[in-house]
């Protein structure tokens, strides 16, 4: 099917963690509070529309996504993958995995008793937040969630794999590092980062992948552009979505020439 055919939506499937569906900070009364996937879908750039799907996944990581996680790629087969991952995989590895999932309470059940728990558990997962960051700068760089060596290496493997069984284009998102008054914000964590984008580049050049340089778009919009340190505003989500919009219409253009 021809991509640069504009009777039918560009189909872009987006992958990530929290940060592409969390809006934080002040919400307009009266409005929306769409994450950039939802701002992305409601774009038409020269007539170019976009049907998007957002299979993103509180704090999925990198190397989540070997597994069932990418089935559904071989189904629906979009013109367009975006992947954004980086942040998540920068923080610490201190305290197991499992138990961090559990205090979220991602899959919890609501009732009295439950919820009271639930709240103990919020309190008790900032605290252990707290001691990670006082521990992270005594660690070893790739002493993270995902080293950075083999968050390249699993993101170069997923690029090959989508490039050469699903066919399709590939958007990377560099990672924006933390702010104030995330409890994870530490020099080693900025490192990681930095390390971390210079792998997405060099995965980005070998697979002839685009770069969307979410870093900058972030850093562009000050110190309001994280509410919570970690999680864009509602007006960053639309800044984003509205850009985004822009670089997957160019992606189009390439791709049918």
């Not at 709240?119 to 660690?139: F, G």
């Not at 050469?164 to 900025?190: D, H």
């Not at 000050?222 to 509410?227: F, H, I, S, T």
């Not at 800044?239 to 390439?254: D, F, K, M």
Request: net charge positive.
């Amino acid at each position: 099917m021809n991509v640069d055919d504009r009777s039918r939506p560009l189909s872009v499937a987006v992958f990530g963690a929290s940060v592409t569906q969390l809006v934080t900070g002040p919400r307009p009364d009266g409005e929306l509070h769409l994450t950039y996937p939802a701002v992305l879908a409601r774009q038409e750039v020269d007539g170019r529309r976009f049907d998007v799907s957002n299979d993103s996944r509180i704090y999925g990581l990198i190397n989540d996504f070997a597994g069932i996680w990418s089935v559904p790629l071989s189904q629906t087969r979009p013109d367009v993958v975006v992947l954004q991952f980086g942040l998540g995989e920068a923080f610490p590895r201190v305290v197991p995995r499992a138990l961090i999932m559990h205090l979220l309470g991602v899959e919890r059940h609501s009732s009295r008793v439950r919820d009271a728990y639930w709240r103990r558990a919020k309190s008790a997962l900032m605290t252990i937040h707290r001691m990670e960051r006082r521990v992270d700068p005594h660690l070893p760089v790739n002493w993270s969630r995902t080293p950075v060596p083999r968050f390249e290496s699993e993101l170069n493997a997923l690029c090959t794999r989508i490039r050469e069984q699903v066919g399709s284009r590939l958007v990377l998102m560099t990672a924006y590092p933390a702010t104030a008054p995330t409890p994870f914000l530490n020099p080693t964590l900025l490192r990681r980062v930095d390390l971390i984008n210079a792998a997405i580049l060099r995965v980005a050049a070998a697979q002839n992948a685009t770069v969307f340089p979410l870093d900058d778009i972030v850093a562009a919009q000050g110190p309001d552009a994280l509410p919570d340190g970690l999680h864009m505003s509602v007006d960053v989500h639309r800044i984003v979505g509205e850009q985004l919009a822009e670089c997957l219409a160019r992606v189009a253009l390439r791709q049918a020439a």
